[in-house]
């Protein structure tokens, strides 16, 4: 998409009461018009990014110039010869990251969050590894171990119970996040937060997110593409039509009992 319609689909979202921008992907940084795109969105709370990390070091600095407020880094390995596994790159990235989260640190782009996929066998040991790491940043960098989609991956697959397990053992407190009913764990001083959002029917009932797809279509649903809207070549006028038409195709993917909505 041109940096234009981002900015009017994004208008017209503020306008409606969107208070929130994640840009993710693929990956943001590849854009050489991001830090323009960032400054010419409208006034947000909160405007973020997800990453691989490897073009962030060298852009940290100039990303928060441009108004953008934190990152999500994903960060699945402490070890460069695991990562390159894990990648299918050269373990000499593994370094370009790390740096990117420095730099990511040094420029306020904070609380970054580092996004931890474990799988059983590749980096299930490094749980330990990874919570002294982001407790050298005094609670700029917290941890989000997220669950792994099945890929069909192999047997690669840890179960997030037995991940849940550890920490509740080891958590000194453990705080419910408003949205999605997430639980965040404080251990050895260490944040950690784990995302779930497969076969979870609390997460889905408590979803407000809107997402965009690269091309141009409002998706009402991550688990979705049969309810998607495309608004790459409306007017301004259709556009706040198309986003509440959008809405109207919202509903929890995975359905158990009940649940009290916050929004």
Do not use: W
């Amino acid at each position: 998409m041109s940096v234009e319609l981002i900015i009017r689909i994004i208008n017209k979202a503020a306008s409606l009461g969107v208070r929130k921008v994640k840009f993710s992907g693929g990956e943001p940084l590849v854009r050489k018009d991001f830090e323009e795109m960032l400054a010419r969105l409208p006034k947000l709370k909160n405007v973020s990014a997800t990453t691989n990390g490897v073009l962030l070091s060298k852009r940290a600095e100039g990303l928060k110039a441009a108004g953008l407020d934190r990152v999500n880094i994903s960060l699945d390995t402490l070890n460069p010869d695991t990562y390159a596994g894990i990648c299918r790159c050269s373990s000499n990235i593994h370094k370009q990251v790390l740096d990117g989260v420095y730099a990511a640190v040094d420029a306020g782009l904070t609380p970054i969050k580092l996004n931890m996929v474990m799988l059983e066998g590749v980096n299930s040991g490094e749980l330990n590894d990874m919570i002294s790491f982001i407790k050298k940043f005094d609670g700029n960098v917290i941890l989000q171990i997220i669950e792994p989609m099945d890929f069909g991956n192999n047997g690669l697959l840890m179960e997030m119970d037995i991940i849940k397990k550890e920490l509740e053992s080891r958590a000194s407190s453990v705080i419910e996040r408003k949205m999605h009913r997430r639980k965040k764990y404080m251990v050895d001083g260490a944040e950690i937060e784990l995302v779930k959002p497969i076969d979870n029917s609390v997460f889905c009932a408590n979803c407000n997110r809107l997402r965009v797809t690269s091309d141009g279509k409002l998706k009402p649903c991550l688990l979705r593409n049969d309810n998607l809207v495309d608004v790459s070549h409306a007017s301004d006028s259709e556009l706040e039509t198309l986003f509440y038409k959008a809405m109207k195709y919202r509903e929890p993917y995975y359905k158990g009992q009940p649940q009290e909505v916050s929004i």
